[in-house]
């Protein structure tokens, strides 16, 4: 074997490996929480190996134009429990267009301040979108499209592409 296929071999060995490292976490004596690629000191008893994910909608299955349209201007869809007839039908909108979304249930004091502050808004008014930067309370479809269209989703979907929303941010 030539010594410049020891060598790819040998590069594309230690790229798979680079992409795995472990993280580790851990509480110190003086309370404070470490994160480290290296293991804790050994008086350390508990330590944690979280497992990094990224908050992503699948969007593998739609055009090309949706999947960019997703990427740059993210859609999120703000509903409560106590939000059926109205929140149903703004999810039977964004899946007859097409549009990949997540979905944000609104049900603690601190999830409806949150909701208040994005939305620079005194009351909960659901169902309510987010197009990237775009905000919208209330279900109006013609808004609503507006929104999408200016991010470029399609306006219908396209037949056997899939837009479940991703699961629901608590």
Known sequence: MSLVRICL???LALSFSAGAQTLYKWV?????????????????RKVEEPRLRAGTIDTGGLPFETQQASKNFPVTLFTS????????????????RGV????SIVGTPEQAEAYKKRFASVGLLL???T???????????GAWNDMLDNAGYARTAIPGA???PAP???
Not at 28 to 44: L, R, T
Not at 81 to 92: L, M, Q, V
Not at 131 to 141: C, D, I, L
């Open 81 to 96: 429990a106590d939000c059926k007839s109205e929140c149903d039908h703004a999810r039977a909108f964004l899946h007859q």
């Open 168 to 170: 629901a941010a608590q």
């Open 28 to 44: 110190g004596k003086d309370g404070k929480v470490h994160y480290s690629d290296q293991p804790p000191p050994k008086e350390i």
């Open 127 to 129: 169902p309510a979108l």
């Open 100 to 103: 990949p979304f997540s979905e």
């Open 162 to 164: 899939t837009s479940a």
């Open 9 to 11: 071999l040998a590069m």
């Open 131 to 141: 197009v990237g930067s775009q905000k919208q309370q209330g279900f109006e479809a």
